[in-house]
């Protein structure tokens, strides 16, 4: 092998061995990730909205339809605050998709070596054959470096986020499946209430008493069936946690065939549960 | 005195419902044995245990902000890296495609064939 060739070869192999991270598993995972979390756009409640359902509900039960104004502006923060953790978690994802992207960095130079070897450059003449073959150990080099490079910018970044993106991801959870489902369990409770005296009002005919009890277990479904898809995404959530933690903790041997399944048993759940939420649209 | 957290306060407002829930269980079962007035009474303390109840969630739900401050800024920190090293990276080839480009326009200008020359300054800048 002629020297300049041995030499190439060695800073390639010397590329490849700096970071071991194997992008295909940080690109798919960080795929799945954003299908599963974009779900976020299509949860069917959120504080505002159950602070307007309970609002308006005070105002039936006061047989009340003058003045109606509700101040919900501490739920709308509340939203606020939760849809910045989501949209945080996302542009991080999104950011680890695009970097780990094998299709990054295959620069194409066919066009340039095309130039070179047709192209007429007065007295400087250039044998079509010798540009291409230049070209591609170029472009080869060129790789080998930048994806080094890359392989151990995502591995630090990896290690970086891990800490807080758990914290995000928990307190998402929090507000989700913990603070707007206890929210969700309260307009139940004032459902309740509310029918309740409705439904043993004997002043009132068998058949309004009848109408009564069934709204009490339409409104009541409609709040389940709002509880289980967040409960739902809640599911999804756990399990981008765990992805990533997954990813933190075997960085240096994403190519083990046992993190290899496990990553892809991982993947499959989110993107099963990613298809589900988006069926329920 | 510290300040309680978002935790802490969801888990408030989890036994302030439990505890609501009972109230409001204890007037159903009895509801024929009490009085109109008691009923009312009753059914009105639980409301309003209600309406604090929901308030406590959003106030949990408001906590969240101060324990993920510095979550959210480490997070941002680590895109703003992933989006500046991805601008890099399809930097080098944006580098070689201008390169071709200005290539291009050298060899039309040097074989002297100006549609070549026209076509390729258009694809340059277009």
Redesign the interface.
């Known amino acids: 092998m002629p020297p300049l060739e041995k030499k190439l070869t060695l800073v390639i192999l010397c590329s490849f061995a700096i970071g071991c991270v194997n992008l295909k598993h940080v690109s798919e995972f960080s795929d799945s990730s954003i299908s599963a979390l974009a779900n976020y756009e299509t949860l069917p409640t959120s504080?505002a909205q159950?602070?307007r359902e309970?609002c308006r509900q005070e105002h039936i039960?006061n047989f009340n339809v003058y003045r109606t104004e509700c101040d919900c502006s501490?739920?709308e923060?509340?939203d606020s605050?939760?849809r910045?953790?989501y949209t945080?978690?996302m542009?991080?994802f999104?950011?680890?998709m695009?970097?780990s992207d094998n299709t990054?960095?295959y620069?194409?130079?066919s066009?340039?070596s095309g130039?070179?070897g047709s192209?007429?450059?007065?007295p400087v003449q250039l044998q079509e054959e010798d540009v291409k073959a230049h070209s591609k150990i170029a472009t080869l080099v060129?790789r080998a470096f930048?994806d080094g490079y890359?392989r151990n910018?995502i591995k630090q970044?990896i290690k970086?986020?891990d800490?807080?993106?758990q914290?995000?991801i928990h307190?998402l959870r929090?507000?989700l499946n913990?603070?707007?489902n206890?929210?969700l369990?309260?307009?139940k409770?004032?459902a309740?209430?509310l029918y309740?005296?409705l439904v043993?009002d004997k002043s009132l005919s068998t058949y309004e008493r009848t109408k009564f009890a069934e709204d009490y277990f339409k409104r009541i479904s409609q709040i389940d069936e709002n509880q289980r898809q967040l409960q739902r995404f809640d599911e999804v959530l756990d399990e981008i946690a765990k992805g990533h933690q997954t990813l933190y903790a075997n960085l240096d041997g994403l190519d083990d065939n046992e993190v290899k399944g496990r990553l892809a048993r991982l993947r499959y759940r989110l993107d099963q549960a990613a298809s589900f939420l988006s069926s329920q649209k | 005195m510290p300040k309680l957290t978002?935790?802490q306060v969801?888990q408030l407002?989890?036994n302030m419902?439990h505890m609501?829930?009972a109230l409001?269980d204890y007037?159903?079962e009895n509801?024929d044995k009490l009085t109109e007035d008691e009923?009312k009474k009753i059914?009105e303390i639980?409301?309003q245990m209600?309406?604090y109840?929901?308030?406590l969630?959003?106030?949990?739900?408001?906590l969240?902000?101060e324990?993920?401050e510095?979550?959210?800024a480490?997070?941002?920190t680590?895109?703003a890296?992933?989006?500046q090293?991805?601008k890099s990276?399809?930097g080098?080839?944006n580098v070689?495609?201008q390169?071709?480009g200005v290539?291009?326009i050298?060899?039309a200008i040097?074989?002297l064939d100006t549609t070549q020359i026209s076509a390729s300054i258009k694809k340059m800048i277009g």
């Open positions: 504080f159950a602070c309970n039960a501490s739920d923060k509340a605050i939760t910045l953790i945080t978690s542009q991080y999104e950011g680890l695009q970097i990054l960095t620069y194409e130079t066009d340039l130039i070179l192209g007429n450059f007065g060129l930048s890359r910018r970044y970086e986020a800490a807080p993106l914290v995000l307190f929090l507000n913990g603070n707007l206890g929210k369990e309260v307009q409770g004032k309740q209430n309740f005296d043993n | 978002s935790e969801k407002a989890d419902l609501t829930n409001g007037r159903y509801f009923n059914k639980h409301g209600l309406n109840t929901t308030e969630y959003t106030k949990s739900a408001l969240t902000m324990d993920i510095s979550s959210l480490q997070i941002d680590i895109s890296k992933t989006r090293l991805y990276l399809t080098v080839q070689i495609d390169a071709t290539l291009k050298a060899a040097l074989s």
